[in-house]
């Protein structure tokens, strides 16, 4: 899909800022041998899509003219090694210590994680400490939200996975979040949906129902 993507001329756009850093529609225009109006139009839809950021700088004695830079967002286009690296460090762990070894490694990842989210003095309401775990999933790159329904039940939803292309060699990943929602969430979760399974999303629901279980301290 990606390769697709830098077929058009708005990926080539995502191309050239990659290479330049920053760049200005007239500069674009240049490369492209297109208009700067056109140039802008491209640079509207990826503005809106959250690939890239305009600000105002000034060149020399010129007025001030927009640059444009890509965003964080724009780095899942491009080739990552990271999972190739987790991959390999999970297969020696699986080699030492069997799959146990790789499944605690992400049970600790969770626990971790939940002990941040439940700090001293932290609201005890289900929906504010899952409002929180939104906002840590958010910060790791993770698009996720929370809804409620009539009955109250609580679903979360992550569209992405951090662990997505670690997940069909190593299934344990999906054990932290099933981790995290065990100690940070009141009642029962159950999973509805899975993208590892080839769902369009990561779905929790989640029964407020049952006290909240308060987390055990780690060694």
Known sequence: ??????????GKIVGALRERRSASAFDLAGVFGLSPNAIRQQLVILERDGLIAGRSVRR???KPTVEYSLTAEADRYFPQRYD??????????????????????FDRIGKRSAERLVPPGAPAAAE?????????????????????TEDG???????????????????????????ILDAVAPGKSQQVESLATGGTECRFEISVDTPHREIAATA
């Open 60 to 62: 020399g004695k010129t």
């Open 84 to 105: 190739k690296m987790l991959n390999a460090v999970l297969r020696e762990i699986r080699v030492a210590g069997g799959d146990e070894a790789v499944k605690a490694v």
């Open 1 to 10: 899909m990606h390769d697709r993507f830098f077929e058009s001329t708005r």
């Open 153 to 179: 039940t609580l679903i979360l939803h992550e569209h992405t996975c951090p662990y997505a292309s670690v997940v069909a060699e190593n299934p344990e990943a999906c054990s932290a979040i099933h981790t």
């Open 128 to 148: 504010a400490r899952l409002e929180t775990l939104v906002s840590m999933l958010k910060a790791t790159g993770v698009t996720a939200d929370l809804q409620k």
